[in-house]
């Protein structure tokens, strides 16, 4: 399995940016695809966006394309979220997951069965 651990979360102004960063540890991370979901209060857990394992290919909900970019640094065993633009619909608990099997376009349809998940990190965005 792998180790995930989100941070970058914080309070922000609606318009501004922050950069959340999930940092892995233990099994091959370069292999693994990776997603960024999120969880409103009172609300399921959504695909925000996924990357393959090598970075060539991404995807995005419809809610942050053009304003959210997701990476991942094999390097340092790191994925990212820059998110821009921030609204207060985008308020929610953010996590990041991996999982050896399941590909990047499939991980939003497949949300319940990805393997490896963070604690979450916490983004408020005010009006």
């Known amino acids: 399995q792998v180790q995930l651990v989100e941070s970058g979360g914080g309070l922000v102004q609606a318009g501004g940016s922050l950069k959340l960063s999930c940092a892995a540890s233990?099994?091959?991370?370069?292999?693994?695809?990776m997603g960024w979901f999120r969880q409103a209060p009172g609300k399921e857990r959504d695909f925000v966006a996924a990357?393959?394992?090598?970075?060539?290919?991404?995807a995005y909900a419809e809610s942050v394309k053009g304003r959210f970019t997701i990476s991942k640094d094999n390097a340092k065993n790191t994925l990212y979220l820059q998110m821009n633009s921030l609204k207060p619909e985008d308020t929610a608990v953010y996590y990041c997951?991996?999982?050896?099997?399941?590909?990047?376009?499939?991980?939003?349809?497949?949300?319940?069965?990805?393997?490896?998940w963070g604690q979450g990190t916490q983004v408020t965005v005010s009006s």
């Open positions: 997951a991996a999982d050896p099997i399941i590909g990047v376009y499939e991980m939003e349809a497949r949300l319940g069965q990805l393997r490896d």
């Open positions: 233990g099994r091959t991370f370069s292999s693994y695809a």
């Open positions: 990357i393959s394992w090598s970075g060539a290919r991404t």
